[in-house]
Every structure is written in C-alpha cells, then in structure tokens.
C-alpha cells in the first residue's frame, strides 16, 4: 500500500509514503522485497514519484548492490532537476557503501 502512496500526484500523500519507509516500520531496510519495491519507481513515469523513490531508497538498502548503484546513476542522468538532486542526496547518504563502486560505473559511462 505505501508503494501506491509513492505514485500519488499529490505531494503531501507521497512525502507521508517516504516517511513512513524512512520510519522502518513498514519496509525493512536490507530485505530484497521492500529494495526491489523502490526500485521499481525509480524509472517511473513521475518525476516526483522518482524523486520519492530514491529519497526512500537509502532507507531500504543495506549492501553495495548493483542495482541501487544503477538506480542512483539513472537518477543522476535525469532529465528533471529535482530527480537529480534527489539522486546526489541518496548517494550521499549511502556514502562509503557505494563510493568505490559508483566511482566505476561513472567511469565506465563517461
């Protein structure tokens, strides 16, 4: 129900959506099924919805995994400013989770 609330198009709906998976008390962070949900939007037709994907994501992830590495570089490609942002914040987040390995992929694009 909380991924629904992700694809809302009112705001308010999808900031309560990624409180609550910031919260942990609905998506636990490191389980593939609540990962593989956030991911899931982080290519969504919205921007916002994309936005709110990977505001969630460092919230539900707890490995250097390859698809949040990919899911970060997509979002640092976006066209929509904010979704950028966004993606810059989430990698921040993750920090020295992802450093090396987002460091290659970026290589590996340019």
């Known amino acids: 129900m909380v991924m629904q609330h992700m694809c ?15 919260s942990g008390s609905i998506l ?15 290519q969504h037709v919205y921007p916002a ?6 505001s969630a994501l460092p919230y539900v992830c707890s490995e250097k995994d390859q698809s949040v590495i990919s899911a970060i570089v997509v979002g640092l490609e ?17 920090g ?5 390995r987002l460091v290659q992929v970026r290589a590996h694009t340019l």
Not at 28 to 42: E, I, P, R
Not at 49 to 54: D, F, G
Request: glycine letters at 6%; a neutral charge.
């Open 8 to 22: 809302d198009r009112d705001a308010g709906v999808r900031e309560v959506a990624v409180a609550t998976i910031k």
């Open 28 to 42: 636990s962070k490191g389980n593939g099924a609540s990962l593989s949900a956030v991911l899931q939007h982080v």
């Open 78 to 94: 976006d066209t929509d400013w904010a979704v950028r942002r966004e993606a810059a914040i989430c990698a921040s987040l993750l």
């Open 96 to 100: 020295d989770r992802l450093n090396d």
């Open 49 to 54: 919805t994309r936005q709110a994907a990977l």
